[in-house]
């Protein structure tokens, strides 16, 4: 089994639960009672925001995948780059749109995750 891949897969999983029991209550359920925005940017946000959750869980199965056959190297891989992805994003906007990142701490939560899996698929 490989040990960072298996991380990586437990960190993506923990972000997926996150997203999904903490960011719904705290993102989607505003996003959707708000009153002044027009329903096509709301529901295409809220659709979008499952789009994610799909996502996360996905990749937190290809890290488990990865962790467990020595096949799956490529599959890790994959997953890797697409947390980076949402890493340097969730890193930059914050800066780029004068948040904080206490108020959007999204980026750091995939930190790890890139790390373990590059770790992982450098086995």
Excluded at 32 to 54: D, F, M, Q, R, S
Excluded at 90 to 114: C, E, H, R, S, Y
Aim: hydrophobic share 55%.
């Amino acid at each position: 089994m490989n040990i960072f891949f298996a991380s990586a897969g437990g960190l993506a999983a923990i972000v997926c639960l996150i997203h999904t029991f903490l960011g719904g209550r705290a993102i989607a359920e505003p996003l959707l009672n708000a009153p002044g925005l027009h329903p096509v940017p709301k529901l295409t946000t809220y659709y979008c925001w499952h789009i994610v959750t799909i996502t996360l869980a996905v990749i937190a199965g290809m890290f488990g995948y990865a962790a467990l056959f020595a096949g799956g190297t490529d599959l890790g891989w994959v997953a890797t780059i697409l947390t980076f992805g949402y890493c340097v994003l969730g890193l930059a906007v914050p800066v780029f749109k004068n948040q904080t990142f206490k108020d959007m701490p999204q980026g750091w939560l995939f930190l790890p995750i890139v790390i373990l899996g590059a770790l992982g698929g450098s086995l």
